[in-house]
């Protein structure tokens, strides 16, 4: 679908448009990572569904107890490290200990193979992975300490490091990377977990299946679908494999004991679990590449081995929802049991603040503003309070990682929340309070050059003034004639000032302060421009390509490629957190928003040369929509005209520039599907051209060319009904009449506040000079009162 269009755009004084192509995004229901939905109508995401309340956790305690199971088998194996039987036997007890969950025994036990073996690193790590485990997961600035001198210890960063010698290094990195995992530090651990990827064959093959996931969460956190997709494929088939070895080795050995059995129901259950997580991961990675028809395969599968879990409920909601079918979206949300939900403490999830802003996401699209407005209150509320719950067992203010959970440090969302808020309130018509929002998500996501252009249009729209009457058309009387001032042969009309005054905030401030000021706009269209790429980095998104190809394999199935090479296609991304990447084309087309925005406030702020500069710089654009080509044009005759190049300005307001006036935004099919129309200015080729003739009339009067003015008055006013007229161009005939010296057909105008019967019957006696009208014209009185503007 089309991003909304331009919204409250001035007739007469084109600058004044504000462009509006964004939205809300969406959390998803995940432990690791909350989706942000990209900013445009149809990306919004209800629900990740990555999030397995068991398996998680289960994740994670495995990968601490394989730290301490690949130090005991080492110390078991290794017999020329010179391991006597006295190592061996507090190594087994300690590890014995820690899967018991007695961890107090498990660090005697370490405490006393710390004394026979001072130089071994692994015991330190174990220490403290046990340490962990005992403070119930939330001593993590310990262990992230504990976890960096180590590293520094063996001298193995993750630049460095060629090879991995043995598993307790493995351990140790991947340690490292789920703590920066929680710790938002997504590229630093996905620089470690590649790492790890490369020298993953000889690991076991649970902690390879981990080590995968890992990456996997991190691509789709990032929005690197292609790369999970790559990914779940190696995991698909290192599964299968290591579902047909067990099976070989149950079938030669012997199952008849009710251990053998009980194992092998418990192996079987986690590969139908991996399998089901597999199913949702894919579910997610096809909603980020929006490619329906594989989405709606996978959600098959994810239902039939999930059930009516929140997840799949959840993912099933998204689905839906980017098909358009939004009631049927909202009554999945509904059918979710929330009370089934372990709590955020255990999970990291505030699945009720998910639930309260998914329905804002699907309220917004439903162009319920005020609705959705509202469940985005409701879900900053629930942040809020699961926030103040997690701050007050927190004690130490210098270790701000520690005193709760590590899966909590992920569970604050109020910046995403923030965002939300503020582009559903920019569509409101609540700029300032958007303003008040998005201020504030900014100083998180600096870097999405989208942010800034929100905060931008917040400022504009903020300064407009009176969009009612600029979205309505012509307003009463009232808004020509100010006052009506004297008496008898001395009274007055006094004109209404049509220009608008901007408020000024910075008083004696620099303009850097953050208010909705339109010097401070000039600042985030500048921040904006500045974070777009440079163009031509076709090199670089190759060798990105290369790189997930080398990743991925040669496992990945047909269905995949075809959808990931469809992504490529033309494509390139930057982030813009917390919403999804920007592709190429909405590169370009938000890079001609931002050079229109700045053209419009370089106008206000009296910059005339730098208005000229953006305009002409927007009009180059090579992938320009019709719509903001037609502003490009009134913005560059503005500037030229009040820098009195009066010819240049009547080649920019000539009405055959304009040919389209759509946004010219393409999409994908699956786009388009339940989607509403753009709402855009101008509505059509005829009001565009109609308000290039108006300009171009104004245009004509600065040369006193005033019977070409009124040719393309009269024009413009024969192409549009009486009441869409604006004011200005009352005001213009007005003028004209006075400098013409009909004060009496002036004053009709105005009284009648009616253009056109005026100016025809003028226009009727200029064509037939030869003719004499059946009536003789009377002369022209002196008027009972004259006209004049304030």
């Known amino acids: 679908m089309k991003p909304i269009g331009l919204k409250g755009v001035k007739v007469f004084a084109p600058k004044s448009s504000v462009r509006l192509e964004g939205q809300p995004c969406s959390l998803g229901q995940s432990r690791r990572k909350v989706k942000l939905m990209d900013e445009r109508p149809y990306t919004l995401t209800i629900g990740n569904g990555d999030y397995f309340w068991t398996n998680k956790d289960t994740l994670w305690n495995y990968v601490q107890t394989l730290s301490d199971q690949g130090a005991e088998k080492h110390e078991g194996t290794s017999q020329s490290s010179g391991i006597t039987d006295q190592e061996k036997e507090l190594s087994t007890s300690a590890f014995q200990a820690f899967t018991a969950g007695n961890y107090d025994a498990c660090l005697q036990h370490l405490a006393c193979l710390q004394e026979v073996n001072k130089d071994d690193y692994k015991i330190i790590l174990n220490t403290a992975v046990a340490e962990f485990f005992k403070n119930n997961q939330t001593t993590t600035d310990s262990l992230r300490q504990t976890l960096n001198q180590l590293k520094n210890q063996v001298h193995s960063a993750v630049e460095e490091m060629d090879g991995l010698d043995d598993v307790e290094n493995s351990m140790l990195y991947y340690n490292q990377a789920v703590i920066l995992y929680h710790l938002r530090q997504y590229t630093e651990a996905i620089a470690v977990g590649e790492k790890l990827y490369q020298f993953i064959e000889p690991f076991e093959e649970k902690f390879a299946q981990a080590v995968c996931f890992l990456l996997v969460d991190l691509?789709?956190?990032?929005?690197?679908?292609?790369?999970?997709?790559?990914?779940?494929?190696?995991?698909?088939?290192?599964?299968?494999?290591?579902?047909?070895?067990?099976?070989?080795?149950?079938?030669?050995?012997?199952?008849?004991?009710?251990?053998?059995?009980?194992?092998k129901a418990e192996s079987g259950a986690l590969i139908e679990a991996a399998k089901s997580k597999i199913h949702q991961y894919k579910v997610r990675a096809y909603i980020q590449m929006k490619s329906l028809k594989a989405c709606k395969r996978e959600i098959k599968s994810v239902m039939n081995t999930a059930g009516n879990s929140a997840p799949s409920l959840f993912l099933k909601s998204n689905f839906e929802y980017l098909r358009g079918n939004y009631r049927k979206a909202v009554k999945l949300l509904n059918s979710s049991n929330i009370a089934e939900h372990p709590g955020f403490m255990k999970t990291g999830e505030c699945l009720r603040c998910m639930f309260w802003n998914n329905l804002g996401c699907i309220h917004f699209a439903m162009s319920k503003h005020n609705l959705g407005i509202f469940y985005f209150k409701k879900a900053l509320q629930e942040n809020d309070n699961v926030c103040a719950q997690l701050s007050a067992g927190s004690t130490d203010p210098g270790k701000k990682f520690s005193g709760r959970p590590m899966c909590t440090l992920l569970t604050n969302k109020r910046y995403e929340l923030l965002y939300n808020c503020g582009i559903q309130l920019l569509h409101i018509g609540r700029p300032l309070a958007a303003f008040e929002c998005l201020i504030e998500a900014v100083q998180v996501y600096h870097a999405n050059p989208r942010l800034w252009l929100r905060l931008a249009e917040c400022c504009i729209a903020a300064n407009k003034g009176t969009a009612e009457q600029e979205t309505k058309g012509l307003p009463s009387k009232k808004g020509i004639v100010q006052s009506i001032v004297g008496q008898g042969y001395h009274r007055k009309i006094v004109l209404a000032s049509q220009s608008i005054q901007n408020t000024v905030y910075n008083d004696g401030q620099s303009s850097a302060i953050p208010v909705a000021s339109m010097e401070f706009a000039a600042i985030c269209l500048r921040n904006a421009l500045l974070l777009l790429p440079e163009e031509q980095q076709d090199p670089k998104q190759e060798n990105g390509s290369k790189n997930s190809n080398q990743l991925g394999g040669n496992t990945e199935s047909s269905?995949?490629?075809?959808?990931?090479?469809?992504?490529?296609?033309?494509?390139?991304?930057?982030?813009?957190?917390?919403?999804?990447?920007?592709?190429?084309?909405?590169?370009?087309?938000?890079?001609?928003?931002?050079l229109a925005c700045s053209a419009y406030v370089a106008l206000a702020l009296g910059d005339n040369l730098m208005a000229l500069n953006h305009a002409d710089k927007l009009l180059q654009q090579p992938k320009l929509s019709g719509s903001l080509k037609f502003l490009g044009h009134l913005y560059a005759a503005e500037a030229l005209i009040s820098l009195d190049r009066i010819s240049d300005a009547i080649t920019h307001l000539n009405p055959e520039n304009v040919t389209d006036v759509s946004l010219g935004i393409s999409s994908n099919e699956q786009d388009q599907a339940g989607k509403r129309a753009p709402q855009c200015y101008p509505s059509s080729v005829t009001s565009a051209r109609t308000v290039m003739l108006f300009n171009l009339g104004s245009a004509y009067c600065l040369r006193s060319e005033y019977d070409k003015a009124r040719k393309c008055l009269h024009q413009a006013a024969s192409m549009i009904h009486p009441k869409e007229v604006p004011p200005e161009a009352i005001l213009l005939a007005v003028y004209l009449e006075l400098q013409n010296g009909n004060t009496q057909l002036a004053l009709q105008i105005i009284k009648r506040n009616q253009l056109l019967p005026a100016v025809k019957t003028l226009s009727e006696m200029r064509k037939k000079p030869v003719f004499q009208p059946v009536h003789p014209i009377q002369p022209i009185q002196m008027p009972a009162f004259t006209a004049q503007r304030k």
Do not use: W
């Open 219 to 263: 691509y789709i956190l990032t929005y690197q679908a292609e790369k999970a997709l790559h990914l779940l494929a190696v995991l698909e088939k290192m599964i299968s494999q290591g579902s047909n070895n067990k099976n070989g080795k149950n079938e030669t050995g012997n199952n008849t004991n009710k251990d053998g059995l009980n194992h």
């Open 559 to 594: 269905e995949s490629s075809e959808t990931c090479s469809k992504s490529h296609d033309g494509d390139k991304f930057i982030p813009a957190p917390p919403s999804s990447p920007l592709r190429k084309q909405e590169l370009e087309n938000l890079k001609c928003s931002i």
